[in-house]
């Protein structure tokens, strides 16, 4: 049977689980049970749906520390950061397992007497979620939660780069009381993902990955006219204007630069400045990037998931080096995994807008710095939005300002689903009104983890009924 090796990262040499590479015969078997389930689950009043949901919620509030462990070997991400992404999947539940009291429809009012109009929502049916290595406990969950509260099935088909946070979130499902079939977990690369989203028994595919992946999936979702939610990358940049609270900003840049090694789809990987505070800024910046990696490394930072990202990472920062790129720090790969793991040295560039490194996706600790010459703030920020805007993605961004006046007209001119006034790109909250997802090629529009995250979830019906005892006809009686 094949396998997938899964690895530490941070120690190749530590093997962390063995996955069997699901057969499509075992994909088959999967589907129908998932078919099977939708059955008695969708039937299942919301509120008790929600009885179970609330257990699973508890037991990932009590093994928080030991799925966060599992989570902080097979991606590499501190501890502290492992614990912090179990705690997403409790708030997400935690708001999910409410709604089972609420996925509200609406009441309309009839042009006819004594007529009624309801529109409900309801599930669809088996969904299949394709999940990344970056955060494979949280976007589990982000999927998960809405879809099974709403009684929908799913299958999880985990990134093959770290497959075991999914099973166990799955594990949890059912400990808490799923019946059979729900929730299942399929092992495999690609073509298990694309296996599950063409078969007719699914009716619901949501993505978390690249572009590439996202669109071809959409590609197969259209044909089989299923629902399709994607989550694909980023580009995001931070605006530093010249009255910004320097500090401030130096906390948020190195958090969202080079927090999970930069490897998140809403990572600062742009700092587009003014000129009059760039040479303090970046005097500060650099050797507190250079501090972050320690011989304790695991502590404060993420090792790249594996070789061939450590490759491209390292192969973009010299092509743009090669562009004219300037490197201020880093730019070199400090372990290919013959000392421990893999490692690549937190980067500065500074960089022109346009350059390669500037406008495509690095996913690793790769921050571009671009200068803005301005006459003041004003010129600034019109000059830095337009550079912000001028690329294909569209996740998040922010901007650091006392400005209040240029910090509001910002948060309506980034062409972004997220935006932060004086915080970092990264740290999206779960649950409520609090939406993830992106504009331009970082998504179709759908959204994750807040409210409205039941649209891809469920189907309106609208039911009309007629209490008149005689025939009432609609546009003309
Ligand atoms: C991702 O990188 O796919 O907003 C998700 C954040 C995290 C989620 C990132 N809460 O940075």
Redesign the pocket.
């Known amino acids: 049977m094949p396998k997938i090796i899964n690895k530490n990262p941070a120690k190749i040499s530590e093997i962390v689980s063995e996955h069997e590479i699901s057969t499509s015969q075992e994909l088959d078997t999967m589907l129908k049970k998932s078919a099977e389930a939708f059955k008695l689950w969708s039937k299942m009043p919301a509120p008790k749906r929600g009885d179970i949901l609330f257990k699973a919620r508890n037991i990932f509030a009590q093994k928080k520390e030991s799925l966060a462990k599992s989570l902080h070997l097979e991606n590499g991400k501190p501890m502290e950061e492992a614990l912090g992404e179990i705690q997403?999947i409790v708030d997400v539940f935690d708001f999910f397992v409410g709604e089972g009291r609420r996925i509200y429809g609406m009441t309309g009012q009839s042009e006819l007497a004594d007529k009624s109009i309801i529109t409900i929502r309801q599930p669809i049916g088996p969904a299949v979620f394709i999940t990344?290595w970056?955060?494979p406990a949280?976007?589990p969950a982000w999927k998960a939660a809405p879809a099974l509260i709403t009684g929908n099935t799913f299958i999880l088909k985990p990134s093959e780069h770290a497959p075991l946070s999914g099973k166990l979130f799955v594990d949890v499902l059912n400990e808490a009381g799923l019946p059979e079939g729900v929730a299942q977990v399929a092992f495999g690369a690609g073509d298990v993902g694309e296996y599950l989203a063409k078969s007719p028994i699914t009716k619901i595919v949501s993505v978390?990955g690249s572009v590439a992946v996202g669109r071809h999936v959409a590609q197969i979702a259209a044909a089989g006219f299923k629902k399709c939610a994607l989550?694909l990358g980023g580009k995001n940049s931070t605006i530093i204007l010249n009255d910004a609270n320097l500090e401030l900003a130096l906390d948020g840049v190195l958090w969202g630069a080079y927090?999970?090694g930069g490897?998140?789809?809403?990572?600062t990987s742009r700092l587009i400045i003014d000129k009059k505070v760039s040479n303090e800024f970046v005097d500060k910046l650099v050797p507190k990037a250079q501090a972050l990696f320690t011989d304790k490394p695991d502590i404060r930072y993420s090792p790249i998931i594996n070789l061939k990202q450590l490759e491209k990472i390292d192969s973009m920062v010299k092509e743009a080096i090669k562009e004219g790129a300037e490197l201020l720090c880093g730019g070199k790969i400090l372990d290919d995994g013959s000392k421990s793991g893999y490692y690549y040295a937190p980067t500065i560039l500074k960089a022109k807008h346009g350059m390669k490194v500037t406008v495509e996706e690095v996913f690793g600790p790769v921050l571009s710095i671009i200068e803005v010459e301005a006459k003041d703030n004003e010129d600034c920020y019109k000059q830095a939005i337009q550079i912000a805007n001028d690329v294909d993605y569209g996740l998040?961004n922010a901007i650091y300002t006392k400005d209040i006046n240029i910090a509001m007209r910002a948060a309506h001119d980034f062409e972004s689903g997220?935006v932060y006034v004086n915080a970092p790109?990264?740290?999206?909250e779960?649950g409520g009104a609090s939406l993830?997802g992106g504009w331009k090629n970082t998504g179709n529009g759908s959204r994750e983890s807040g409210i409205t995250a039941l649209d891809s979830y469920t189907q309106y019906k609208t039911i009309g009924i007629d209490y008149s005892n005689k025939l009432q006809r609609a546009q003309i009686d």
């Not at 490897?263 to 990572?267: I, K």
């Not at 790109?425 to 999206?428: F, L, P, S, V, Y």
């Open positions: 997403e990344a970056n955060f949280a976007v978390t989550e927090g999970t490897q998140r789809c809403t990572s998040s997220l790109t990264i740290g999206a779960c993830f």
